[in-house]
């Protein structure tokens, strides 16, 4: 059983870490942060993934395109995807889904490789991790139309509604909680939490971004996770050592890790 936080998604690869990346990574178990898990978005930074995931224990990788950056997938480079997904310290693939916030690459390439690197985890038998933004009814589809329930994975940073949540939880999916939940004008996210069992929902910064209040707009890491744990445990009514612990066997449960 475990007090520390599983930060399920950061970028540590991420510039905004240059400066200090390894003595940050260096403190986390002291700052009460147990395990990371890095998120791949490009190609070149899967790479990036899987070297900070070598360097340290508690850092471990998810390698994906994001939706966002699948004009750079051919044959070639999603043949190296897969090689690096057989990694030991590979725990999922992502991030990988729809993104319609922002018009390129257009829906069809997204989908296309949408779809392949579900089809990848199938193979490689591990979750995913999706990013969805703005695509909410074509992610669904394409999940259900790729039997998801079976390959398991996280909606990253849950952004609709408590309603399509439920659809959401019926494929078995985990919900990526993070500095939103201490947003003021975050009410559906909140109402969300409210309405979804402990079991379905996992902590993740997606640091550098989404720092939670008090330090909103600033550039975020895994050791502001306790801010997002205080909202949730005020949500659920429950201790923020609950918080904790469950989260803890969510995440391990889902990217199938001892406790
Ligand atoms: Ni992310």
Redesign the pocket.
């Given at each position: 059983m475990s007090k520390l936080i599983f930060d399920t998604?950061a970028?540590y690869d991420d510039k905004a870490f240059d400066e200090d990346r390894e003595e940050l990574l260096e403190r986390l178990p002291a700052g009460g942060i147990g395990r990371v898990v890095n998120?791949g978005?490009t190609v070149a930074s899967c790479e990036a993934c899987l070297k900070l995931a070598e360097k340290y224990d508690h850092v471990y990788a998810a390698v994906g395109v994001?939706p966002s950056e699948t004009e750079e997938l051919d044959e070639e480079r999603f043949a190296k995807l897969r090689q690096q997904c057989l990694h030991p310290k590979c725990v999922a693939v992502g991030?990988i889904g729809l993104d319609y916030y922002w018009p390129e690459p257009g829906a069809d390439v997204q989908k296309k490789w949408f779809e392949r690197q579900l089809e990848l985890a199938r193979e490689v038998k591990k979750p995913v991790i999706i990013?969805s933004r703005e695509a909410c009814k074509d992610t669904l589809d394409i999940l259900r139309a790729h039997a998801a329930e079976e390959i398991g994975g996280v909606i990253?940073?849950y952004s609709y509604s408590a309603e399509t949540a439920r659809d959401y939880l019926k494929l078995g999916f985990f919900f990526g909680i993070g500095g939103v939940l201490t947003f003021k004008n975050s009410k559906k996210l909140k109402e969300t939490v409210e309405m979804l069992p402990m079991e379905s929902m996992i902590l993740e910064t997606?640091c550098p971004?989404l720092a939670p209040v008090p330090h909103r707009g600033k550039r975020n890491s895994s050791l502001t996770l306790p801010y997002v744990v205080e909202a949730m445990a005020q949500i659920k009514g429950i201790s923020s050592e609950e918080v904790r612990r469950i989260t803890w066997e969510n995440a391990c449960r889902l990217y199938r890790m001892d406790a």
């Amino acid at each position: 059983m475990s007090k520390l936080i599983f930060d399920t998604h950061a970028h540590y690869d991420d510039k905004a870490f240059d400066e200090d990346r390894e003595e940050l990574l260096e403190r986390l178990p002291a700052g009460g942060i147990g395990r990371v898990v890095n998120v791949g978005s490009t190609v070149a930074s899967c790479e990036a993934c899987l070297k900070l995931a070598e360097k340290y224990d508690h850092v471990y990788a998810a390698v994906g395109v994001h939706p966002s950056e699948t004009e750079e997938l051919d044959e070639e480079r999603f043949a190296k995807l897969r090689q690096q997904c057989l990694h030991p310290k590979c725990v999922a693939v992502g991030e990988i889904g729809l993104d319609y916030y922002w018009p390129e690459p257009g829906a069809d390439v997204q989908k296309k490789w949408f779809e392949r690197q579900l089809e990848l985890a199938r193979e490689v038998k591990k979750p995913v991790i999706i990013h969805s933004r703005e695509a909410c009814k074509d992610t669904l589809d394409i999940l259900r139309a790729h039997a998801a329930e079976e390959i398991g994975g996280v909606i990253h940073c849950y952004s609709y509604s408590a309603e399509t949540a439920r659809d959401y939880l019926k494929l078995g999916f985990f919900f990526g909680i993070g500095g939103v939940l201490t947003f003021k004008n975050s009410k559906k996210l909140k109402e969300t939490v409210e309405m979804l069992p402990m079991e379905s929902m996992i902590l993740e910064t997606d640091c550098p971004y989404l720092a939670p209040v008090p330090h909103r707009g600033k550039r975020n890491s895994s050791l502001t996770l306790p801010y997002v744990v205080e909202a949730m445990a005020q949500i659920k009514g429950i201790s923020s050592e609950e918080v904790r612990r469950i989260t803890w066997e969510n995440a391990c449960r889902l990217y199938r890790m001892d406790a």
